[in-house]
């Protein structure tokens, strides 16, 4: 593990996601990892084979990538837009001890091909930004956030486009999304050969509407046989973590 306070510059903190001893260095001015990718991490079927080749895209400080470590074997690619949240990203991997297996390229997704062949990958993970652009959108004056949560550098169409030029025939893509755009959702994916074959929805509390689905996609999968899994509830009424998510969170029941 290297030194953590040579690793840190102004304006950083290193934060730790207890169940599996990841630290990421954060920062304020930014943004941080929020429970949306250790969900997703969690959603990811195990896989140790050796030659795995895993790309995440829209990978910001390669929160979700780390979480993975240990469940996915082989080689991560983290591929992220921004240069300062790159930068972490790539400090992040240094601080875990793991940058024989993690690279990253600060680059738009919408390049990716120009590093990446296309149909390498075993493997794709994508948390997108979840907020369509349009007159009434209300953005984030914070660049950084206003990039991660609204489709201003990137957009469903592009991310499933690329997710399946870099998928092998019958490679699975992950996805975090938002349930109100469900029905594009879906509809985009299978227009790009990514075929869902399984889908969790995520509740904020008791009594409250879904506010995140996780979908698995297979590209060149067969039609149907798409499982909804049981759904999660994070928050009891009160509004303390659920144990589930206290153990994903926590390491803990």
């Not at 990892?33 to 895993?54: G, I, K, M």
């Not at 996915?72 to 001890?97: C, H, K, W, Y």
């Not at 979840?130 to 169409?157: C, D, G, W």
């Amino acid at each position: 593990m290297k030194n953590q306070v040579n690793l840190l510059k102004d304006d950083e903190r290193i934060d730790q996601l207890y169940s599996n001893d990841v630290r990421l260095i954060q920062s304020p001015s930014c943004f941080a990892f929020s429970l949306d990718a250790v969900l997703l991490a969690d959603f990811v079927r195990p896989n140790q084979r050796q030659r795995l080749r895993t790309v995440d895209l829209c990978a910001g400080n390669a929160a979700i990538g780390l979480f993975l470590h240990d469940k996915l074997g082989g080689q991560f690619t983290e591929v992220e837009l921004q240069p300062r949240i790159a930068d972490m990203a790539r400090r992040s991997i240094e601080l875990n001890g793991l940058a024989e297996r993690y690279q990253v390229l600060n680059l738009d997704i919408a390049d990716v091909f120009s590093v990446i062949p296309k149909d390498s990958a075993d493997v794709v993970l994508c948390n997108p930004p979840y907020f369509p652009v349009t007159a009434k959108s209300q953005k984030n004056p914070n660049q950084y956030l206003a990039i991660a949560r609204h489709e201003l550098k990137t957009n469903l169409v592009t991310v499933a486009r690329q997710m399946s030029g870099l998928l092998k025939m019958n490679g699975h893509g992950y996805l975090v999304h938002r349930p109100d755009r469900l029905t594009e959702i879906l509809t985009v994916l299978q227009q790009n050969r990514l075929v869902p074959k399984r889908l969790r929805l995520i509740y904020p509390k008791p009594g409250r509407e879904a506010n995140m689905v996780l979908i698995e996609v297979i590209k060149d999968g067969k039609a149907g046989g798409l499982k909804v899994v049981p759904p999660l509830t994070v928050n009891d009424a009160a509004g303390n973590y659920q144990p589930e998510v206290r153990k994903l969170l926590y390491g803990e029941e």
